[in-house]
DNA sequence: TTGTATGCGTTATCAT
DNA sequence: ATGATAACGCATACAA
């Protein structure tokens, strides 16, 4: 447990002072002869020279990290995401501290207040609290914000959102022009703004069809459990069959949940899609692992996470920082859960 | 973009000196007169005071950051992993930084050392380099290591071990049990440490009770990408099942690769379990959502996590640092794609 | 081209 | 109980 070697070792050993260390070794533009250089470079390298980045931005009074706030890493929609988000941060030089915050306002706060006092570069965050205080606070320290996945209308935060209402729109179309008319809607409960929208969208279609919306809803909070939303999607499914008239055609709000009602429909000996057709929202990766390979909604999770950070690290660039949202436009990805009516 | 506010700026509110202020704001056990530390509490409160860790962090030449390097947080088992970690390191007041190596010895250094630079105060990784150069200068460096999922023998590293060769064994066991006599082995490229694990248990299994191995071996260089797994597992059941001799259970090294397998099969117009047995390696969530529910070999992948970081974190505290190694141990899941050929 | 000296925000040591 | 000051490791304004 050696002391760690500083700039003022290395100024010693060569004979030089601290300043030309450093200038040396931090890449400085500032002119230094070669010949110093060398052998500073030298020295630094056989004293396993390690710079603490520490000092370095508190001198300078900026780190080259970020922080992204999360419900969940588990849930493969926000692991895609983060993926995104690490990737052009690695190639940016930037760091990223990952935070669960499991859905609860209490820990989000939490830590947001951890990445303002970790001195981050900016916020990459997905909100689920009401109470948007410390967030305000967050953009008052200067910290660039970007909210994704639920929306967040605060001033000084930038946004990517995904258009829920169309994608829901979007999906109950797609049903109907398979000739479905009895297309059931099954959700978490709705008390985000997301859920509300792919209702909202889905709704939409159903009036403009002239048919009628059939949604389940389950009340109970949801949690960050995967195998949860699994779950959900069985009970909703078996709810929605034991109706007087049950779908033809179920429609869920991620593709967790759609696994559930494909589950349910098979031990209830029905057939998908042959005799009921399901179809789900997010288009995580193993949707085309199951069979059968799900028809779904896609949200470019990955992508959002690009993006996201991309857009953050040219705000913590530009000293004129122009904000703007981007919205991005769902896809209906055609597999093979929905059958066609037609003919 | 105000400047952000200090002790020193909080000191002079207060008309006393910083170090007062300090004392008051860090919950020192240093005696302060209650007087002055309500006051100095409602000052910093009024003034929306945010400590800048990177001071005090400097000053007390300790982070509460740890770093986690993995292959891809993408793939379930490993944000699983990251999950665990995660959740732990919350609850020790730790942040984390999360990096992807995906599999890439240059970016796993070149993590490392960032790692270092940032003075994380351990790290937790599943390293696939076969040069230690890095790692070892970590240790040196006085950062804790701990290895997860691929073992990893150089001094001073603790290691959560994972008795792959004993699931290997077991799931060949099992099959057995269930009647089954030609099994074969899907698996992505032998070149790492955990496959041969899983490989070589198998193997033993089959020669002890008189079988013959049959691996199918997957040979180009695996990527990063869960639909990667999936193919591999499509191509290697094709080929096992255009063998001469075509085996009853097909077990592979992986869920993700399992469920390719399954497609296949299916695609092939052949029922799982009834004409072919499957199972799987790992059990991720995911693997109880599709149909059959697959069989598989549990790899405690969150409680890795938590256990991991714990260990890290009684380390950072701990000034004898009892070095141990931890071995989990596999145990098979009993779902539903493998088929009982007994009586 | 090189060196000196100061400060980033914090805490710890030593006086008072 | 409180204050003055130095120090953590680094980068930079200024002097030489």
Redesign the pocket.
């Known amino acids: 447990m050696s002391?760690?070697v500083?700039?003022?070792d290395i100024a010693k050993l060569a004979?030089?002072?601290?300043?030309?260390v450093?200038?040396v070794?931090?890449n400085?533009d500032?002119?230094?002869?070669e010949?110093?250089r060398t052998r500073i470079l030298q020295i630094a390298e056989e004293v396993n020279y390690v710079?603490?980045l520490?000092?370095?931005q508190?001198?300078?009074?900026s780190t080259m990290t970020i922080g992204i706030i999360i419900p969940s890493i588990i849930n493969p929609f926000y692991s895609a995401v983060a993926f995104g988000v690490e990737e052009v941060a690695r190639q940016e030089g930037f760091t990223v501290f990952t935070c669960n915050s499991l859905q609860d306002p209490e820990l989000e706060d939490e830590y947001i207040q951890t990445m303002m006092e970790k001195q981050v570069k900016g916020v990459i965050i997905s909100s689920i609290t009401t109470n948007k205080e410390k967030l305000k606070r967050l953009i008052k320290m200067n910290v660039n914000v970007i909210a994704i996945d639920q929306k967040l209308d605060e001033e000084g935060i930038s946004q990517i959102e995904f258009d829920h209402r169309k994608g829901g729109f979007l999906a109950a179309k797609y049903l109907q022009g398979k000739g479905h008319t009895r297309i059931g809607y099954a959700t978490t409960k709705l008390n985000r703004p997301s859920r509300k929208g792919i209702c909202l969208g889905y709704v939409d279609a159903m009036n403009e069809a002239g048919l009628e919306p059939f949604v389940e809803e389950y009340r109970s909070d949801e949690t960050v459990n995967p195998i949860f939303e699994f779950e959900t999607g069985r009970e909703l499914a078996r709810r929605m069959m034991d109706a007087e008239r049950p779908p033809t055609a179920i429609f869920a709000c991620n593709d967790l949940l759609a696994f559930g009602v494909i589950h349910e429909l098979r031990a209830r000996g029905l057939q998908v899609p042959s005799d009921v057709s399901v179809m789900g929202f997010d288009g995580i990766d193993v949707g085309q692992m199951i069979h059968p390979p799900l028809t779904t909604v896609k949200q470019p999770d990955y992508e959002m996470g690009k993006m996201a950070c991309r857009m953050l690290v040219d705000m913590t660039r530009g000293e004129d920082k122009p904000m703007f949202n981007v919205t991005l436009q769902p896809k209906v990805l055609e597999r093979q859960s929905v059958r066609d009516l037609n003919g």
């Open positions: 002391k760690s500083t700039v003022h004979n030089v002072s601290s300043a030309t450093s200038r070794l931090s400085s500032y002119p230094v002869s010949k110093l710079p603490n520490l000092g370095k508190l001198k300078k009074n």
